[in-house]
């Protein structure tokens, strides 16, 4: 503990003596450390983000990236329960009122929030980086065309089939540009032109295909780099040639600089794209983006678990966490393979049953209630997993993810509702 | 207000004769029983920082003289200035007329001025439980009991009789199977009892490690109960400096000794003046010196005038127990062998019951009281009981082995104490 204290600013130190004076609840929350030392990850990634080298003929995998930045998330995030488990707000009785019991709720949503922009805060970084480099690299016409590569990106990351050209889905696989340069032969080249050729019978059919690819979203660590090995391809392609793109109907009316410059992550190919771009409000591109949705969902989610873990041994969250992973696990490969809900709930059953006979030992029946509360959350985890592929299925439709955060709220409340806590201070029968 | 000319009184009257310890400790107890104005109180708290901080200790050493002369030139000013004002009158002339002093029972060291209501804060009728393990089965047997403000209750018994379970049942920790329970200062029966549990302390026999500060703790635990800000601070600096814990106030859980982290508790407890404290077998950390420190600590806090409290108290010790006690149940093998007024046990018994050591044989001691008809000797371990009639006191028992010269290593009179219904069934099993 000293020897955090000592990395711990002044400022951070008054903040935490005046909490513990006077805000009790939200001091145990620990909620100004996370905030703090989250804000610093977050820069930490963007500054990542933004400063990684990049080279146009040598494009770092992002996914390394991601995954550190996960681990440091994690670490974050679990030496934070850690702090919030061993204090003890619920066991510790006082003065717990409503209002109190309310706020809670949203520090620990705020918590979750603030350690999940990391990753956000990283593909920022990125995108800047990116758009810089592309810049600097007078690459941006070139780029201009990938609004109709990176269209035909998506499905070649979902791992999915459609008509579309193989090579296509090379140009965007991330493989070193100068290779794919190399085996895109002339009949390739040929069939992209073909493709886009400005004809109202083509265009017709471009944009249907768009429309249909559109439906999956992709991940935004993902596109720069698309943008970038794209735009580099085409840079090298034959003035004629991208003249020629450049000249389609299809350029003229969905110019892809607009995209790029409202903002990559809230990018969303639809037929107003380019009233979007003209009218850029980050805020509303950013709720109206379904990936948005889903990263509040997930963080609801987190947040849901973390609240309920709160007040469980460390024991029981530990077996409900793994127990929850596994499932997960086996749910989504099952969902996945078969796409059968029954599947989900045949183990979310099998486990609540078993969560049960684990649990019922040394517990007052109302505490029961308690712990049926936390199986059914984590029963009902692989429903987040089935969401997911829920919604990529039903092309980015947002409804299950509202769906989901509106019912993870009703959740909150009822789990943080007076009355439970009352019924959670009963004595126990043993 | 003669009780606190007495009181008064009897503080300078330690500090003349060196009692610094206890002198530092009333004082600050004055001000838990009197509105005093919170100048003196912070000039209070520091006289007891520095006695506690040992710069007074050392200098008794005589290096300091005069530093020892100025402080307590300090507390007699002290004194002084609350005597006028809460007594301007008593102070201008210059007299406090003396009061009897009443010790309650036992000779605690406890002056007049201290809360002598009758307000009940727990009622239990004829509470039961029953434990059915594999291994055994146990059973409490049905258990009246009244806690009052201002009473010290003490349960003694060997292990495994139910005296944590009594407790727990008290503090709201466990479900009684049968009975009938109400908290009347809280509001009656329980139907809320996360409320309920708030308004009660309760230290169990293994306290859960605290984390970070011991001072934060503290602070913690205030601001959860509603003292905020200056309060606060001012509050868990009086409780720090009345228990004389100033030296570890920045420790962690892990730098004390048990018996101070059992203290440490304890101002856990009190710093939020709760009116109900519960406290399981706190003796069994503490060194005999600590014992007697935290006894006479606990007799003085529930006493307090301005916030009484009703002390249910477990352990295995009984004499200590019994000094501080105006209650006591005994329970042994499962039975209620005692639960009654702690004056009134023993008062209608027909015989004397002395422990004692001594070289002298029981042919020699029965030899010697041979006129004392039904004298009785039994030897537990290295322990004789004697049985006397009642015409042997103690007085005459121990000066008749004087006259004879016979050397005495221990003596104790358990005539009135419930540990000779310990020793009873002892001496009938032999």
């Known amino acids: ?430 | 207000m003669q009780s606190i000319a007495v009181r008064i009184k009897e503080i300078r009257r330690q500090v003349e004769t060196g009692d610094y310890n206890l002198a530092t400790r009333r004082i600050l107890d004055l001000f838990l029983d009197y509105y005093i104005s919170r100048k003196w109180k912070i000039e209070a708290v520091a006289l007891r920082a520095e006695y506690n901080m040992n710069l007074v200790a050392k200098e008794l050493t005589g290096e300091h003289a005069q530093s020892v002369n100025d402080w307590k030139a300090r507390v007699m000013t002290l004194l002084d200035n609350i005597q006028e004002e809460l007594m301007p009158d008593e102070a201008q002339s210059g007299e406090i007329q003396p009061e009897s002093i009443q010790y309650p029972v036992n000779q605690s060291p406890v002056s007049s001025g201290e809360y002598t209501g009758e307000k009940e804060v727990f009622r239990a009728s004829r509470i039961t439980k029953r434990f059915n393990n594999p291994s055994y089965t146990f059973e409490l047997p049905p258990v009246d009991l009244v806690l009052r403000l201002g009473e010290i209750t003490g349960i003694v018994g060997e292990n495994g009789n139910g005296k944590t379970t009594l407790l727990r049942m008290i503090a709201g920790d466990l479900e009684a199977d049968s009975g009938d329970l109400s908290y009347p200062l809280f509001g009656g029966v329980p139907v809320n009892w996360y409320e309920f549990r708030s308004k009660i302390a309760y230290i169990p026999q293994h306290v859960a490690k605290w984390h970070g500060y011991l001072k934060d703790n503290l602070h913690f635990t205030a601001a959860l109960h509603g003292i905020k800000g200056e309060e606060n601070e001012e509050q868990v600096n009086f409780i720090i400096h009345r228990l004389g814990l100033s030296k570890y106030e920045n420790a962690t859980w892990s730098e004390i000794s048990g018996g101070y982290k059992l203290r440490f508790e304890l101002a856990k407890a009190l710093v939020w003046r709760p009116q109900l404290l519960i406290i399981d077998e706190p003796l069994a950390h503490l060194d005999i010196n600590a014992q007697q420190l935290f006894l006479q600590d606990l007799r003085f806090l529930t006493n307090s005038l301005q916030h009484p409290m009703a002390v249910f108290i477990s352990s295995q010790h009984l004499h200590e127990i019994e000094s501080v006690s105006d209650n006591i149940i005994f329970i042994k093998n499962g039975q209620l062998m005692y639960n009654g007024k702690m004056k009134a046990f023993g008062t209608e018994r027909n015989e004397n019951i002395f422990e004692i050591i001594t070289p002298a044989g029981a042919h020699e001691l029965e030899t010697l009281f041979a006129d004392y008809e039904g004298f009785k000797i039994a030897d537990v371990g290295h322990i004789k009981i004697i049985h006397a009639p009642l015409s042997l006191t103690s007085a005459r028992f121990m000066a008749k082995l004087g006259e004879k010269e016979i050397e005495v290593q221990y003596f104790r009179d358990i005539s009135t104490s419930t540990s000779k219904l310990f020793k009873e069934t002892l001496t009938l099993n032999r």
């Open chain 1, 1 to 430: 503990m000293r020897i955090t204290e000592s990395f711990t600013p002044p400022f951070l130190k008054d903040t935490d003596r005046r909490l513990l004076l006077n805000h009790p609840t939200i001091w145990a929350s620990r909620i100004h450390h996370l905030v703090f030392w989250a804000g610093i990850l977050n820069f930490i990634c963007f500054l990542w983000g933004r400063f990684h080298p990049i080279e146009m003929n040598n494009q770092p995998n992002t996914g390394v990236s991601v995954f550190f930045i996960f681990i440091a998330q994690a670490m974050v995030f679990l030496y934070w329960v850690y702090n919030v488990k061993i204090r003890g707000l619920e066991q510790a009785f006082g003065h717990f009122t409503r209002k109190l019991q309310t706020l809670d709720v949203f520090i620990s949503l705020a918590g979750v929030v603030s350690v999940s922009l990391a990753m956000f805060a990283f593909s920022l970084g990125f995108q800047l980086n990116t758009r810089t480099l592309i810049t600097k690299e007078q690459l941006v016409k070139d780029v201009n065309t990938l609004n109709i590569g990176q269209t035909i990106l998506f499905p070649k990351y979902l791992g999915r089939g459609t008509s579309t050209p193989n090579y296509f889905y090379e140009i965007n696989a991330g493989l070193p540009s100068d290779l794919l340069a190399q085996q895109l032969d002339e009949e390739g080249l040929s069939a992209v032109v073909s493709a886009i050729k400005n004809t109202e019978e083509e265009n017709r059919y471009i944009q249907e295909f768009i429309h249909t690819a559109n439906k999956y979203r992709t991940s935004p660590f993902d596109y720069p780099k698309a943008l970038l090995s794209t735009g580099y391809f085409f840079s090298k392609q034959p003035d004629s040639l991208k003249n020629e793109l450049l000249n389609t109907t299809f350029y003229k009316n969905y110019s892809a600089e607009n995209v790029f410059t409202a903002n990559p992550v809230t990018y969303e190919v639809n037929d107003n794209i380019r009233k979007i771009g003209e009218s850029y409000k980050p805020l509303v591109n950013l709720y109206k983006n379904t990936d948005f949705s889903l990263f509040l969902f997930i963080t609801g989610w987190i947040t849901l678990v973390f609240m309920a873990f709160k007040r469980t041994s460390i024991r029981e969250a530990a077996l409900a966490a793994i127990a929850g992973v596994l499932l997960n696990v086996v749910a989504g490969m099952t969902g996945y393979i078969v796409g059968e809900l029954y599947i989900v709930v045949f183990y979310s059953a099998y486990f609540m049953l078993g969560f049960f006979v684990f649990t019922k030992r040394n517990h007052a029946r109302v505490l029961l209630l308690q712990k049926a509360g936390l199986a059914l959350l984590v029963a009902a985890s692989p429903l987040l997993t089935l969401v997911l592929f829920k919604n990529h299925d039903t092309g980015g439709n947002s409804f299950f993810p509202f769906l989901s955060i509106v019912v993870s709220f009703l959740l909150w409340f009822l789990a943080y509702n007076p009355m439970f806590i009352r019924l959670m201070a009963r004595p126990k029968n043993q």
